[in-house]
């Protein structure tokens, strides 16, 4: 009984391992992606859905098109963008298909710094993890 407990205990961390590494992954690949100025690279890492929910700068707006677009007049040359950075970066899995990934970001500018935390909301599908939800302050 006691090897069938620690068998279940050690699946079940290499599980949460693994998913961890693969939704590091996405945000690494968001990080890069916007270093780069590359605004839809970036949005590669969000489900491309209308019921995508964004939450930040006091409201809620839903669809990866929406969010596309206020990335872009938010950020519309590489010097508003800057250079983003992740830190405090916390993955808890919500079962198989889901995790809940909270975190601070950066993005230096040459004469200016903007930062604040977020929290995502992941879900897994057949071509990978992607952000359901993102409320960013």
């Known amino acids: 009984m006691k090897k069938i407990l620690l ?3 050690i699946l079940l961390t290499a599980f949460c391992f693994g998913q961890e590494k693969e939704i590091l992954k996405v945000l690494n690949a968001q990080k890069e992606a916007w270093n780069s100025a590359d605004i839809e690279g970036y949005m590669q890492g969000y489900h491309k859905s209308d019921s995508l929910m964004f939450i930040g700068a006091g409201k809620v707006s839903y669809g990866w098109q929406n969010t596309l677009t206020s990335y872009q007049k938010g950020y ?3 010097e508003a963008m800057g250079i983003l950075s992740f ?3 916390k993955v808890k899995p919500l079962g198989r298909k889901y995790a809940f990934v909270t975190g601070k970001w950066e993005i230096q ?3 200016t710094e903007l930062k604040g935390i ?3 909301v992941f879900q897994k599908f057949n071509h990978g993890w992607k952000i359901i939800s993102d409320h960013t302050e």
């Open 76 to 78: 519309p040359t590489k």
């Open 87 to 89: 830190s405090n970066i």
């Open 7 to 9: 068998l279940g205990l």
């Open 118 to 120: 977020f929290s995502l």
């Open 109 to 111: 500018r040459a004469e």
